[in-house]
């Protein structure tokens, strides 16, 4: 089972930028189609954005998302990114990486998440 470390998160005002990494050690993303996740307090795990494993397929959960996040993967360096723009107070919520999952199997362990909290 492979690794993830994300980092990148903060603490930022409503209208900021944030880019979250995601490091996977232990396998490689280039194989899988790998997604964002995020969880707020009180609420269940819910899919940010995904990714094919070539970059070619690209999908958004909401039409907000899709406006203001940009979801990135350089599988040279195995590694992927969420380039986060305008954040908004409903932004808030820790985010996690792993592969894009349609059975509930993910082919990495959950990391530890980053803490991305947006004040208004």
């Known amino acids: 089972q492979g690794q993830l470390d994300e980092s990148g998160g903060g603490l930022v005002q409503a209208g900021s930028s944030l880019r979250l990494s995601c490091a996977a050690s232990?396998?490689?993303?280039?194989?899988?189609?790998m997604a964002w996740y995020r969880q707020a307090p009180g609420k269940e795990r819910e899919i940010v954005a995904s990714?094919?494993?070539?970059?070619?397929?690209?999908?958004y959960a909401t039409y907000s998302v899709k406006h203001r996040f940009t979801i990135i993967r350089d599988n040279a360096k195995n590694t992927m990114y969420l380039q986060m723009n305008s954040l908004d107070p409903a932004d808030t919520a820790m985010y996690y990486c792993?592969?894009?999952?349609?059975?509930?199997?993910?082919?990495?362990?959950w990391g530890q998440g980053t803490q991305v909290t947006v004040s208004s």
């Open positions: 232990g396998r490689n993303i280039s194989d899988y189609n």
């Open positions: 792993n592969s894009d999952s349609n059975n509930g199997t993910y082919y990495f362990n």
């Open positions: 990714i094919s494993w070539s970059g070619a397929n690209i999908n």
